[in-house]
């Protein structure tokens, strides 16, 4: 009988050798139990097996048994179905050990059913059979994480920003390529380089800074998604929030992507990892295309352009973000100079190796692209900004971003509060970012077409109104000086007088156009030339 429970002769001597232990512990279940472990699929069998003998120890079967003792005979799910056999032993094996406010291991066998439906070619049981291992892998990962951040919290104001800033972006970029390197490989995907973007590429990461990364594959396939899913499943165990993965796949369409649509945090990039010959040629690849895509000269204007782009908020004004009582440290103090010098770097085409904005500026300082005096300036900005951005994500445990001055603090506020030299440090932040605004719209203004221009010596028809029930629409027909067709069209809301929305359409191809500056974006004609000898108000 003994015998009987998994039978003999697995063909794997790293299997073969723990059978005989773990028939001893099937044969001594009740009779109604162990003919349910004998009715096991060989799949369910083997599964089983592997994880025994990964551990080196027959604990699981020993916990199986004691849960089927446990449990009424009639709830067992139909033993030869491996679809639902398996997850159910997983169930019934989970050790009690593991801390119950991880919350999520429950819906572990719920999420390995899941990924077979979903991904069918994708190898999870790679995944199920060293589920335990996938427990302590989240387990490890919460606590090296807990880790970095109390050091960082600790350091309080004697640890300098950059080297805080590279400590946290070498420990959990780290994290992420053993994150990513142990999925993949659970689930053998192969041929693959993953590369880190952003703040992580930049060297920039905060204690909860989003975690940017790409992935690099020659195709698309259900095993590359697989192992997003089993990411995303070991970080919901870990409490963590997702990952960002922006931009996956070919690496001359990735490229493109990051260069020209994703140009805010994407060309920050550098290797992580490349898995084997095929992803050593994907990195190849994609930074060859991305070099292509930068050195092209409209790309480069476009650049210029960006520097006061206020889509998205990234480029609006300082105060937008300083005015009221809550203001945010990211986007009212350091986006700007951290983007100016990128976007900078890449209009002047200074792609050094360094990606960070200390480096950066050092550089553009040595080519006399920036004054040494707006270099220090705008060093000083990212220094105490970064070092606020940390306290206060150290202060809430999140990634957020809100401070107040003491003026504004009321009995019920909880948030963070700038003490008397802080303050003082702010304020001079705020006059040299204002600066550091008014001389990026000179540098994009001289570099940029302006409807202004346009509109000079054009000939224009009389507007045409359009009144709706919220506004009014002014279209406007007129022929260029160069004599192309034009069409302006500007969308007023009721009371207003500036457009919030404006568009030109020039020989039937449309434009946006920056509110406030009035510059035409992606214009395509022959006075938009990239010039590098124009005034630069930044070299002042």
């Not at 004998?38 to 003998?53: A, F, N, P, Y």
């Not at 805010?264 to 010959?277: K, Q, S």
């Not at 209009?347 to 270099?375: A, P, T």
């Not at 401070?403 to 001079?428: I, N, Q, S």
Request: glycine share 8%; net charge negative; charged share 30%.
């Amino acid at each position: 009988m003994a015998q009987s429970a998994f039978g003999e002769g697995f063909m794997d001597a790293h299997l073969d050798e723990r059978l005989p232990a773990v028939n001893k512990l099937v044969a001594g279940l009740p009779d109604a139990q162990r003919g349910w472990m004998e009715r096991l699929h060989r799949d369910t069998k083997l599964s089983l097996l592997h994880q025994v003998g990964d551990q080196k120890s027959t604990d699981i079967v020993q916990r199986i048994c004691d849960g089927l003792t446990k449990r009424d005979p009639t709830s067992f799910p139909d033993a030869s179905v491996d679809a639902v056999a398996w997850p159910f032993l997983l169930e019934i094996s989970r050790p009690d050990r593991i801390p119950q406010d991880m919350g999520m291991l429950g819906k572990l066998p719920e999420w390995v059913s899941q990924l077979r439906k979903v991904y069918a070619d994708a190898d999870v049981r790679a995944l199920e059979r060293d589920i335990e291992g996938f427990h302590r892998a989240a387990e490890r990962g919460r606590e090296h994480l807990a880790t970095v951040r109390a050091a960082v919290a600790a350091s309080g104001d004697e640890g300098e920003p950059r080297l805080v800033m590279s400590y946290l972006t070498r420990e959990l970029s780290s994290w992420l390529l053993n994150l990513y390197k142990g999925a993949a490989s659970s689930l053998g995907l192969t041929d693959y380089a993953l590369l880190a973007v952003g703040s992580v590429g930049r060297e920039e990461m905060f204690p909860r800074s989003d975690v940017d990364y790409t992935v690099l594959v020659a195709t698309l396939t259900s095993k590359v998604a697989a192992v997003d899913k089993l990411i995303s499943m070991q970080l919901q165990l870990m409490g963590e929030p997702e990952l960002d993965e922006i931009g996956k796949g070919d690496p001359s369409a990735v490229a493109k992507e990051h260069v020209v649509s994703k140009r805010d945090i994407l060309l920050d990039a550098r290797t992580l990892h490349a898995e084997g010959a095929g992803g050593r040629k994907l990195e190849q690849d994609y930074f060859a295309s991305r070099g292509k895509e930068m050195g092209d000269e409209p790309r480069r204007q476009e650049a210029a352009t960006a520097l006061i782009d206020t889509e998205g908020g990234k480029f609006a004004p300082t105060s937008e973000y300083l005015r009221g009582p809550d203001k945010d440290v990211k986007k009212g103090l350091l986006r700007l100079p951290t983007f100016v010098t990128r976007n900078l770097g890449f209009y002047f085409d200074r792609q050094i190796d360094q990606l960070n904005v200390w480096d950066r500026v050092k550089d553009l300082v040595e080519q006399k692209i920036l004054s040494r005096e707006l270099g220090d300036q705008m060093i000083e900005v990212v220094n105490f900004a970064s070092s606020l951005r940390i306290k206060l994500h150290s202060h809430y445990g999140a990634e957020n971003e809100v401070f107040r001055l003491r003026k504004d603090v009321d009995a019920e506020y909880r948030g963070y509060v700038l003490t008397e030299a802080e303050e003082a440090k702010f304020g001079r932040c705020v006059v040299i970012n204002a600066d550091l605004q008014s001389r990026s719209q000179r540098f994009t203004l001289a570099r940029s077409m302006t409807l202004p221009a346009l509109r000079t010596d054009a000939v224009e028809k009389p507007p045409v109104v359009v009144v709706g029930k919220h506004g009014m629409t002014r279209t406007t027909q007129m022929t260029l000086a160069d004599g192309r067709a034009a069409t302006l069209t500007e969308e007023i809301d009721t009371g207003e007088d500036v457009p919030w929305y404006t568009m030109i359409t020039i020989d039937g191809e449309k434009h946006a156009v920056e509110p406030g500056t009035q510059i035409v974006k992606r214009l395509k004609d022959g006075k938009r030339i990239y010039n590098t000898s124009l005034d630069n108000p930044f070299a002042a």
